[in-house]
């Protein structure tokens, strides 16, 4: 319960009424009059409040709505989906290819992290030719995994020695200022990362070989199959 006092305003009013009656009556007019009216105005108050004193009640505090129990410790949150590019590679139930698939898409990470750190708009778009390049290679040995040996040496040296030449970069950058050995430095390496985008695209296209000599083939055979049959232009002599 709480305790709730309700004051009476009737020695207010009462003070009030005398203080107009005396002006009424002309009682006002003189400093004596004022402090005699002052003086009875404080006998007036406390009479009053005798007969009309302050009303005290009870009431009931207001019902506070119980806190929502905290969820169990134990209680299992909802799944975080990682960004799509660290997603992990789904297995292809060989151990030494998704080992390789597992740091080609961390090197790809790798690179774009690096990339982020560069605001050089050359430089940047150097690297995300070489970000690009690298995920198709590592997409087309997913898809072709007998090929897998072709990359060994991209893998091993190529690659990481790209990356660390990358951070390189973003460490003297990161100085502040391009003079002596810092510019020298920042220099070689932009004229390098040309060098290197040539290579990964060779890298590339080297895998795509032996489709096109699967494909040659077919279409020699399918050519000399239809020419055999009368269904091409060409002519046997």
Known sequence: MKKVIKKSTVPTYAVAALWLLRALTGNLYSTGKIIGTIVLSFVVF???????????????????????????????????????????????????????????????????????????????AQIKQLEVLT???????????????????????????????????????DQGMRMGNIDDGMKKIEAMLDRIIVAFQKQLDSLFESNVVDITADIQVMDSMMASQGLTDKKDF
Do not use: C, W
């Open 46 to 124: 406390f009479v009053t409040k005798m007969f009309f004193p302050d009303k005290v009640t009870q009431e009931e505090e207001p019902k506070r709505e119980p806190a929502p129990p905290k969820q169990a410790a134990d209680k299992q949150e909802p799944t975080r989906q990682e960004p799509a590019g660290q997603k992990q590679p789904q297995s292809t139930g060989n151990a030494e290819l998704d080992q390789v698939l597992r740091e080609g898409q961390q090197s790809v990470a790798e690179i774009q992290a690096l990339n982020d750190a560069i605001p050089d708009y050359k430089v940047s």
């Open 135 to 173: 995920d198709k290679i590592f997409g087309y040995i997913r898809q072709h995994p007998e090929n897998v040996g072709q990359i060994r040496q991209f893998l091993d040296y190529y690659l990481p020695t790209t990356i660390k030449l990358l951070k390189q970069y973003v460490e003297l950058q």
